[in-house]
């Protein structure tokens, strides 16, 4: 990867002298499913596929953009002192908007630099290649001009440029969890106040299988801006009643008790799966610290009935996915991971039905959907480094 990157940075400007090449991952979640803009828990993993850049600082301010993913975009050009706002709909949002944040928060670039970047995530999978290329760039950044930003700023930072800079109102946990992900660790993470905790993903005689279904549906953004906008609502009317911060502070029982408070039946519904949700979280960690696959994995199930019924974030396909996946003996547990509306399923397979599991479901999806699955066996890696 390092080679190829420095041989196209070498093509494009003359040589590569001094360039050094990162990473950042993506991420995969295991359970927590929009909560982490509720102030409630979240359990993602670093992927070991991410997004990789070549940079080197420039003499002028000018900024060039070039990515392996989109070549027929060419080369982009932009200037460090022009980010205003994002502009047409090209990749180079990602990183501008991360620089622009850095000019936010006071960190200014004081010359231009020169990116060429390569991401192995595929596109529209729900497995955060925006956030990785949020936090490449931070990470870049920091290492060519010396901001002194931790790892966790970079997610922060990452997550201004997407709301502010994208438009796109996410929580922290993409960015999050790339910037401070720990190989084969999974990441318990409150997002109340950002405290956390690694968790060893042992997984004794079973894998992490994640399935793509190869469908995005449109409108993805908004309707998740809709969601979180209904969360808001909701979480101002029980306020009303209850004194609490977040979704993320009532247990079951007390959402129970105030719910009638929410004036909306649609809104109780979305209240109800961001607090049953994070409980469901909090009680899958302990159950993994005790060796419980099983709990985990039934807890993995229902977090998928409440993403499907209750948040209706789902979609036919995904729900194919999951249902095929609960079918088959030797799964422990299975659901749709991420923002939703298509991307991915996370499953957890005992090893000896992993062939299984992906020939029957690979079989039972193209059969109903006419569309060809793709698998992937998750290796948890580290957040971002040099190559
Ligand atoms: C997207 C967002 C995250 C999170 C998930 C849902 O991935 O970027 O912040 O809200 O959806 O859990």
């Not at 027929?72 to 980010?83: C, F, I, N, P």
């Not at 990183?95 to 060429?116: I, L, N, S, T």
């Not at 036919?316 to 609960?326: G, P, T």
């Not at 003996?329 to 992993?354: L, M």
Request: hydrophobic share 40%; net charge negative.
């Amino acid at each position: 990867m390092k080679e190829k990157l420095l041989k196209k940075f070498a093509e494009l400007f003359g040589d590569a002298d001094g360039v050094k090449v990162y990473f950042a991952p993506g991420r995969v979640n295991l359970i927590g499913e929009h909560t982490d803009y509720n102030g409630g828990h979240v359990f993602p993993c670093a992927l070991t596929i991410g997004t990789y850049g070549a940079a080197r600082k420039r003499q002028d301010n000018k900024l060039h953009f070039y990515s392996l993913n989109f070549e027929r975009a060419g080369l982009l050009e932009s200037a460090a002192d022009d980010l205003g706002e994002a502009k047409e709909s090209d990749w180079t949002n990602y990183p501008k908007g991360v620089m622009w944040a850095f000019a936010k928060r006071g960190f200014e670039m004081p010359c231009g630099m020169d990116m060429v970047i390569f991401g192995n995530i595929p596109n529209g999978s729900g497995l955060s290649s925006s956030a990785s290329l949020e936090v490449l760039t931070g990470y870049i950044l920091r290492d060519l001009y010396g901001f002194d930003v931790t790892n966790v700023d970079l997610a922060l930072i990452g997550q201004y440029a997407e709301n502010n800079y994208n438009g796109m109102n996410c929580g922290i946990m993409d960015q999050f969890a790339s910037a401070m992900g720990k190989k084969d660790n999974a990441i318990f993470l409150d997002t109340a106040d950002l405290s956390y905790e690694y968790a060893p993903l042992v997984l004794e005689g079973a894998k992490v299988v994640v399935t793509n279904s190869k469908v995005k549906h449109s409108l993805v953004n908004s309707a998740y801006n809709q969601r979180r906008s209904e969360c808001e609502t909701a979480l101002a009317e029980l306020q009303k009643v209850v004194d609490i911060k977040g979704l993320g502070d009532l247990s079951e029982e007390e959402f129970e008790k105030h719910k009638s408070a929410i004036g909306d039946e649609v809104r109780v519904r979305r209240a109800k799966h961001a607090v049953y949700e994070n409980q469901r979280t909090i009680r899958a960690v302990k159950a993994l610290k005790n060796n419980d696959i099983k709990l985990f994995g039934e807890l993995m199930n229902a977090s998928h009935v409440s993403l499907r019924d209750d948040y209706e974030v789902s979609c036919e396909e995904i729900d194919i996915l999951v249902d095929e996946a609960w079918k088959i003996p030797g799964v422990i547990g299975s659901r749709i991971t991420g923002g939703g509306f298509g991307g991915c399923t996370v499953s957890i397979v005992k090893d000896e039905a992993i062939d299984t599991f992906k020939e029957q479901v690979e079989k039972a999806y193209e059969e109903k959907t006419g569309k060809t699955a793709e698998f992937y066996i998750v290796e948890i890696g580290d957040g971002p480094y040099i190559l």
